[in-house]
């Protein structure tokens, strides 16, 4: 019987053309393929679709800012692993006014002593109204999830609030837990 050998596939760097996750088969972008200096793919950032994780729970991520591509820079590197949550995931829900809408953290990591949730946010938003409200049930939301982590032998979950202005690529992920949020 013979055997026919395959070469591997090179990867390559695409950019999305498109809005929509059913264009994923037209490119996508390595995560760290934009540089300070390009703005103009900075502010298309919504529009990309990025891949090449080995970290990430799924093969490709969007962003809705650059800050949350720094982010993911990082929990690329430092966590075991991590993911970006769809609606429903979690079902989180906050209230703001008479309106009681889901909230959606940005991102959710693991290392080997804990579970991470992450929202990042432009600092000047950090004192609102709403960022408090979402904050304050999340915060529950994962000392919740703690103490049933407690009882099952699991890890203890935080939520932290990032101001975009500190987050860096040359920081680690250790870095960041001074923002935890407590309550």
Known sequence: MRVKQF???RG??????GNNLNELLI????LVVLKRRDRSAVSRIKQMLFGGFNRCLYPLQKFHSDTERR?????????????????????IFY?????QPEYIPDFVAETGSLVLMAETKARG??????????????????????????????KPW??????????????????????????
Not at 12 to 17: L, V
Not at 27 to 30: E, G, I, M
Not at 73 to 88: C, M, N, Q, S, T
């Open 7 to 9: 070469s591997a596939l």
């Open 12 to 17: 390559r760097e695409h950019q999305c053309i």
């Open 27 to 30: 490119d996508r972008l390595p």
């Open 71 to 91: 982010f993911a820079v990082i929990l690329e590197r430092d966590a075991d692993k991590w993911f970006k949550p769809a609606k429903g995931q979690f079902q």
């Open 95 to 99: 209230k703001v006014g008479t309106e």
């Open 125 to 154: 938003d950090l004192g609102s109204q709403e960022v408090q409200a979402k904050a304050a049930a999340a915060r529950r939301w994962c000392k919740d999830a703690s103490d049933h982590a407690a009882t099952v032998g699991g």
């Open 158 to 183: 935080r939520y932290l609030l990032l101001p975009h202005d500190e987050i860096t690529e040359s920081k680690r992920l250790v870095d960041f837990l001074r923002f935890e949020v407590k309550g």
